[in-house]
């Protein structure tokens, strides 16, 4: 596979030879809607832009399952804001930056800290039963990499579903509004360009849902992806089965650029199900540490004190890494948690869905040690946006999971998550509402490419796992990036995959994992959740930027280093 390199010692372009296609191989459409505004997703992110969005005119939301079904409502610990007196959006901004490693869009951070607060109490005004303390102000804990309390939560460690359920109750109120339209159990496969190359809409496969069914288009004014992360490009991860990079993949075959998708958050507390456990696993909030849980090796020893002077709240890259290196030296594949201290009453009013999920698989946390390990959680890397939300394709735009907005840099801050989808849901209307929403072309065909098979998805899984997951080095992602280019080859070669929804979701994972693990094989060095052991060290001289991921006019991947003081 070869690699060439051009540009200055500053900014570097590596051209490759991995073919990107222009689109997914799928039927014609067979039917069109238009709106002004097209919001893909309906987790935190995409609710609150399509709800802010209805007042530049008719808006069409599309969510692959059902309105309930995002990433959101798997959210355990909360939501970050300063909200408290003693807590400021400076102290927020710190504390970001730290958990960034350096590598954060200080204005992008600016930006969430200081609209957080309002947005979480409108929020709470909108409905959303935050949990309080008995005079009535927000009830705030703590959480990894947070040097203050800042976390509103909900139902104990139910904030995510919460949140989702007071914005689908919004949305629910203006169903019968005929200037919105939801249409759900739809994959979206490929954003459509005009001529000029703007976005002007998005082509969809609705999975015998309702009154479409089959591959349509929905033609628009702007787009909004907010279709989440990647998470089940591994073999096992804390994210919902619909994670399938959807919008990433899209993106990049429109044109469109994406960014650090090599920093993936694993998270350290993630139910250990056995050897050969996959899929979505039981996560652990992060909130149960901060509320006193602490980490144990098997000997019983408190491992993470001496480690980090946050000790179990250290970021959640140091704590995984720290699991990873008492997993080896003792022999083991899980450390343990315990909570045991915290007792039967207060773990079953604070953490009723974490008590509820260990119960199901015979761990008891009131009595029983949990045995954890780490397990993809979340993607830092996504659709590069600026601080409006805007994508480097005109009429594209993108927030939360799915976006590279220089908030998170190589590591997410805990609880960030959320506030990041509220906050640019909402600026991206404004944008759009002072911007106005000009007329695009019509849709330009793209030519696709055979799909990968969906057969092939434990393959691709496995190779990201063993290659570019929780430790990587060169052997490992040149391994990963030779089976899923073979698996690119194999589809063009057989031409015997017919379109479906797995066979879609599989080739955005392909495509997706390409980016990913070239960005880790050039980012020779570790930091934040990329973790290079032959390069154990992190390098502000050579690697403080951002490596930027396109498509290139012959249909090939381009990554481009850029430095931050550069942007």
Same mark, same amino acid.
């Given at each position: 596979?070869?690699?060439?390199?051009?540009?200055?010692?500053?900014?570097?372009?590596?051209?490759?030879?991995?073919?990107?296609?222009?689109?997914?191989?799928?039927?014609?459409?067979?039917?069109?809607?238009?709106?002004?505004?097209?919001?893909?997703?309906?987790?935190?992110?995409?609710?609150?832009?399509?709800?802010?969005?209805?007042?530049?005119?008719?808006?069409?939301?599309?969510?692959?399952?059902?309105?309930?079904?995002?990433?959101?409502?798997?959210?355990?610990?909360?939501?970050?804001?300063?909200?408290?007196?003693?807590?400021?959006?400076?102290?927020?901004?710190?504390?970001?930056?730290?958990?960034?490693?350096?590598?954060?869009?200080?204005?992008?951070?600016?930006?969430?800290?200081?609209?957080?607060?309002?947005?979480?109490?409108?929020?709470?005004?909108?409905?959303?039963?935050?949990?309080?303390?008995?005079?009535?102000?927000?009830?705030?804990?703590?959480?990894?990499?947070?040097?203050?309390?800042?976390?509103?939560?909900?139902?104990?460690?139910?904030?995510?579903?919460?949140?989702?359920?007071?914005?689908?109750?919004?949305?629910?109120?203006?169903?019968?509004?005929?200037?919105?339209?939801?249409?759900?159990?739809?994959?979206?496969?490929? !954003? =459509?360009? #005009?001529?000029? @190359? +703007?976005?002007?809409? $998005?082509?969809? /496969?609705?999975?015998? &849902?309702?009154?479409?069914?089959?591959?349509?288009?929905?033609?628009?004014?702007?787009?909004?992806?907010?279709?989440?992360?990647?998470?089940?490009?591994?073999?096992?991860?804390?994210?919902?089965?619909?994670?399938?990079?959807?919008?990433?993949?899209?993106?990049?075959?429109?044109?469109?650029?994406?960014?650090?998708?090599?920093?993936?958050?694993?998270?350290?507390?993630?139910?250990?199900?056995?050897?050969?456990?996959?899929?979505?696993?039981?996560?652990?909030?992060?909130?149960?540490?901060?509320?006193?849980? !602490? =980490?144990? #090796?098997?000997? @019983? +020893?408190?491992?993470? $004190?001496?480690? /980090?002077?946050?000790? &179990?709240?250290?970021?959640?890259?140091?704590?995984?890494?720290?699991?990873?290196?008492?997993?080896?030296?003792?022999?083991?594949?899980?450390?343990?948690?315990?909570?045991?201290?915290?007792?039967?009453?207060?773990?079953?009013?604070?953490?009723?869905?974490?008590?509820?999920?260990?119960?199901?698989?015979?761990?008891?946390?009131?009595?029983?040690?949990?045995?954890?390990?780490?397990?993809?959680?979340?993607?830092?890397?996504?659709?590069?946006?600026?601080?409006?939300?805007?994508?480097?394709?005109?009429?594209?735009?993108?927030?939360?999971?799915?976006?590279?907005?220089?908030?998170?840099?190589?590591?997410?801050?805990?609880?960030?998550?959320?506030?990041?989808?509220?906050?640019?849901?909402?600026?991206?209307?404004?944008?759009?509402?002072?911007?106005?929403?000009?007329?695009?072309?019509?849709?330009?065909?793209?030519?696709?490419?055979?799909?990968?098979?969906?057969?092939?998805?434990?393959?691709?899984?496995?190779?990201?796992?063993?290659?570019?997951?929780?430790?990587?080095?060169?052997?490992?992602?040149?391994?990963?990036?030779?089976?899923?280019?073979?698996?690119?080859?194999?589809?063009?070669?057989?031409?015997?995959?017919?379109?479906?929804?797995?066979?879609?979701?599989?080739?955005?994972?392909?495509?997706?994992?390409?980016?990913?693990?070239?960005?880790?094989?050039?980012?020779?060095?570790?930091?934040?959740?990329?973790?290079?052991?032959?390069?154990?060290?992190?390098?502000?001289?050579?690697?403080?930027?951002?490596?930027?991921?396109?498509?290139?006019?012959?249909?090939?991947?381009?990554?481009?280093?850029?430095?931050?003081?550069?942007?």
């Amino acid at each position: 596979m070869s690699l060439a390199t051009t540009g200055d010692t500053a900014t570097r372009r590596y051209r490759t030879q991995l073919p990107l296609p222009a689109a997914l191989a799928a039927p014609a459409p067979g039917w069109t809607t238009q709106a002004d505004l097209i919001v893909v997703g309906s987790g935190i992110a995409g609710l609150t832009a399509a709800l802010e969005g209805r007042r530049l005119g008719r808006v069409l939301l599309v969510t692959k399952t059902y309105l309930e079904a995002g990433a959101t409502p798997w959210a355990q610990g909360g939501i970050a804001a300063a909200l408290a007196p003693e807590d400021s959006p400076a102290d927020h901004l710190a504390d970001t930056l730290t958990a960034g490693a350096g590598l954060c869009e200080t204005g992008a951070v600016q930006v969430l800290v200081t609209e957080g607060p309002a947005r979480v109490r409108r929020l709470a005004a909108l409905g959303a039963e935050f949990e309080r303390t008995a005079s009535g102000e927000l009830a705030l804990t703590r959480e990894g990499g947070h040097l203050r309390d800042r976390i509103a939560h909900a139902g104990g460690d139910a904030t995510g579903r919460e949140i989702s359920r007071a914005l689908v109750t919004q949305l629910e109120a203006i169903r019968s509004d005929p200037g919105i339209e939801v249409i759900e159990h739809a994959l979206v496969l490929d !954003v =459509l360009t #005009d001529a000029d @190359g +703007r976005a002007c809409g $998005v082509t969809l /496969h609705v999975i015998g &849902e309702g009154t479409r069914d089959g591959v349509g288009a929905a033609l628009g004014r702007a787009v909004v992806l907010a279709t989440g992360g990647l998470g089940q490009i591994y073999r096992a991860s804390t994210n919902p089965p619909v994670a399938t990079g959807d919008g990433m993949a899209a993106a990049l075959r429109a044109g469109a650029r994406v960014a650090d998708l090599e920093f993936v958050q694993f998270h350290p507390t993630v139910l250990w199900r056995g050897a050969g456990a996959a899929g979505q696993l039981p996560l652990i909030s992060e909130a149960v540490r901060g509320e006193g849980a !602490v =980490l144990r #090796d098997h000997a @019983g +020893r408190r491992f993470m $004190v001496g480690r /980090h002077r946050l000790a &179990e709240l250290a970021p959640r890259d140091v704590v995984s890494r720290a699991e990873v290196e008492v997993m080896r030296e003792q022999g083991t594949d899980h450390v343990w948690l315990d909570a045991r201290d915290l007792g039967a009453p207060f773990l079953e009013r604070r953490f009723p869905s974490v008590l509820a999920g260990c119960r199901a698989h015979g761990v008891d946390p009131v009595v029983d040690l949990v045995p954890v390990a780490p397990a993809q959680h979340y993607a830092s890397g996504g659709v590069l946006v600026d601080v409006w939300g805007r994508c480097s394709l005109p009429g594209l735009y993108a927030c939360g999971e799915v976006s590279a907005s220089g908030v998170h840099g190589a590591n997410r801050l805990a609880s960030n998550s959320l506030l990041e989808g509220l906050v640019w849901g909402h600026r991206i209307a404004q944008h759009l509402a002072g911007d106005g929403l000009p007329r695009p072309g019509e849709p330009e065909q793209r030519l696709a490419a055979p799909l990968v098979a969906a057969s092939d998805r434990p393959r691709l899984q496995a190779a990201m796992t063993a290659g570019a997951g929780v430790t990587r080095d060169e052997a490992g992602l040149r391994a990963t990036l030779e089976t899923l280019a073979s698996l690119g080859a194999q589809a063009t070669s057989e031409h015997d995959c017919d379109p479906s929804t797995e066979a879609w979701e599989t080739t955005n994972l392909q495509q997706v994992g390409l980016a990913l693990a070239e960005a880790g094989l050039l980012r020779e060095e570790t930091r934040g959740g990329h973790w290079r052991t032959d390069f154990p060290a992190r390098d502000d001289d050579r690697w403080r930027g951002r490596l930027v991921c396109e498509r290139d006019p012959d249909g090939h991947l381009q990554v481009d280093y850029v430095p931050l003081e550069a942007r």
